[in-house]
T-cell receptor
Framework: GQSLEQPSEVTAVEGAIVQINCTYQTSGFYGLSWYQQHDGGAPTFLSYNALDGLEETGRFSSFLSRSDSYGYLLLQELQMKDSASYFCAVGETGGFKTIFGAGTRLFVKA | GAVVSQHPSRVICKSGTSVKIECRSLDFQATTMFWYRQFPKQSLMLMATSNEGSKATYEQGVEKDKFLINHASLTLSTLTVTSAHPEDSSFYIC????????????FGSGTQLSVL
């Protein structure tokens, strides 16, 4: 079966850096992606890793270690608008479907 | 970026009625679309994979006769919640990916279903 684990909540202050970890267990893994969702809204794609290493997209970076079945999302220079839920998601080769973790609610304080 | 349109955004219906939700990819063809269900402050639970021109693939525990999926064209998938009951009240959201871009899902805006 599949399972993903990520912290349920993280709180940080504006301007800080926060790291959201994700560990996963799945079959037919082909990539780890990250999505942001504001309350009442649709998830939006943030980042994707298929290979080990760091991917950087502006203030957001994502890391993957396939051997450790582990990844993280790094958010720098936090802004109030970054307060949202962040989901890690694994892509599975069987059916090329995407399975989401439980999500991490990030609260950014002034 | 790619746009996925989902309608309606909100539905309130009586118990026992059926509700149809439409998901359209506006500027790309989507041979595969995915339907998710989300309860407040919880994760997105994959319900089924909708394949153009063939039967949908349902996840374990999802009743295929309850949640009818039709993917009649490369840009449209529909989810019909049949004989809805209060426990079916939830946020339903569709997604699609461009051909050859398996890493990125584009989501519709979601449908909040409330069954009285």
């Amino acid at each position: 079966g599949q399972s993903l684990e990520q912290p349920s909540e993280v709180t940080a202050v504006e301007g800080a850096i926060v790291q959201i970890n994700c560990t996963y267990q799945t079959s037919g893994f082909y990539g780890l992606s990250w999505y942001q969702q504001h309350d009442g809204g649709a998830p939006t794609f943030l980042s994707y890793n298929a290979l080990d290493g760091l991917e950087e997209t502006g203030r957001f970076s994502s890391f993957l270690s396939r051997s450790d079945s582990y990844g993280y999302l790094l958010l720098q220079e936090l802004q109030m608008k970054d307060s949202a839920s962040y989901f890690c998601a694994v892509g599975e080769t069987g059916g090329f479907k995407t399975i989401f973790g439980a999500g991490t609610r990030l609260f950014v304080k002034a | 970026g790619a746009v996925v349109s989902q309608h309606p955004s909100r539905v309130i219906c009586k118990s026992g009625t059926s509700v149809k939700i439409e998901c359209r990819s506006l500027d790309f063809q989507a041979t595969t679309m995915f339907w998710y269900r989300q309860f407040p402050k919880q994760s997105l639970m994959l319900m089924a994979t909708s394949n153009e021109g063939s039967k949908a693939t349902y996840e374990q525990g999802v009743e295929k006769d309850k949640f009818l999926i039709n993917h009649a064209s490369l840009t449209l998938s529909t989810l019909t919640v049949t004989s809805a009951h209060p426990e079916d009240s939830s946020f339903y959201i569709c997604s699609a990916r461009r051909t050859g871009a398996n890493e990125k899902l584009f989501f519709g805006s979601g449908t909040q279903l409330s069954v009285l």
